[in-house]
């Protein structure tokens, strides 16, 4: 459980991020719904769904290609392939986030134009369905957004080496962002303005003490990957 704790915590602290990333898409269907209380509710609740489908389907994925890695490098003689490789890009992404924090120019990459006007036409494109059709579309389109705080825990899930325990990832990243991002809805963002500097830096060492831990073979996601391979079931680690 070491790893769904850890992941827990970094999420939460760095939802800030998240608030900054996806506050205009909360902040629009919010706008959008704002005709009535229960339209709002059903927004908000269809937003979030879209993004745990979106979010789950990743860590799916993720863990899929993870278990490759795996097999790939066992058949090398290395032990942890998923988890070796996941560890390193985290403690890159923690060490670069942190760097720039500090003035330091990291390259970052960004999505290509076509795609970031293909996202917009989406969003347009469902200008005159319903406000939780709306928040549900643009939930799924979250994962196309070029987020590297997501990502980061996307390769989380892919070191698991397990489509069940990568899952489970997403799934607890996903609950940690959900608090920040309702706030950001209701309006409460301005409470998190006074720790909007020191919480990113805060989760980014998160994310560098998991991907050390990774490495280091510490980490249990809460399940047991190679038992799920074998069984094709998810069996709780004691």
Not at 208 to 221: E, H, R, T, Y
């Amino acid at each position: 459980m070491t790893l769904l704790l850890g992941v827990l915590a970094a999420s939460l602290v760095g939802s800030v991020h998240c608030a900054a990333m996806c506050g205009g898409f909360v902040c629009l269907y919010a706008r959008i719904g704002a005709g009535g209380s229960h339209a709002g509710a059903r927004a908000h609740v269809a937003y979030n769904a879209g993004r745990l489908v979106s979010y789950a389907t990743l860590g799916l994925v993720a863990g899929a290609l993870g278990a490759r890695v795996d097999h790939v490098a066992q058949l090398a003689s290395i032990e942890r392939g998923a988890a070796i490789v996941a560890g390193t890009l985290m403690i890159a992404w923690a060490v670069g986030f942190i760097a720039t924090t500090l003035g330091a120019r990291v390259p970052r990459w960004s999505a290509p134009e076509w795609a970031k006007l293909k996202l917009g036409e989406a969003v347009l494109a469902m200008r005159d369905q319903p406000p939780a059709v709306q928040a549900g579309a643009m939930g799924l389109l979250t994962t196309l957004l070029p987020c590297g705080w997501l990502y980061t825990f996307v390769v989380t899930a892919g070191g698991t080496g397990s489509p069940v325990s990568g899952a489970a990832v997403m799934l607890i990243f996903w609950i940690g962002t959900v608090p920040m991002l309702l706030g950001v809805g209701l309006g409460a963002q301005r409470l998190s303005r006074p720790f909007a500097r020191r919480l990113p830096v805060a989760s980014a060492v998160v994310v560098l003490v998991l991907g050390a831990l990774s490495i280091a073979g510490k980490l249990q996601p809460g399940f047991s990957s190679h038992a799920a391979h074998a069984t094709g079931t998810a069996h709780v680690v004691p």
